[in-house]
């Protein structure tokens, strides 16, 4: 149990640095799609070592993170209204 608590107390650190760097970039659209990004990565590349430590991988599981941070970014990028 305790290994757990270090665990996801790694991913609320990365998920909350992500919005918080996101906040404090605000009105630099492109700063805060990089944080974005960059906090959807390190959320997929978490999950897959966990569950790889946990001997519980498989790919659903990495489509899964994956679908989950692509959902978030889109998310984003449509809230920031961000344009090509």
């Known amino acids: 149990m305790r290994g757990?608590?270090?665990y996801y107390t790694t991913?609320?650190?990365?998920?909350?640095?992500?919005?918080g760097g996101a906040l404090f970039a605000?009105?630099?659209?492109p700063l805060q799609m990089g944080l974005v990004v960059l906090a959807a990565v390190l959320y997929c590349v978490w999950g897959i070592v966990h569950h790889v430590i946990h001997h519980s991988?498989?790919?659903?599981?990495?489509?899964e993170y994956i679908?989950?941070?692509?959902?978030?970014i889109s998310l984003v990028f449509f809230v920031l209204n961000v344009g090509l």
């Open 67 to 72: 679908a989950i941070a692509t959902l978030g």
């Open 4 to 6: 757990h608590i270090l």
């Open 57 to 63: 991988f498989s790919i659903k599981i990495m489509l």
């Open 11 to 19: 991913l609320a650190l990365i998920l909350v640095a992500g919005f």
């Open 26 to 29: 605000s009105g630099q659209k």
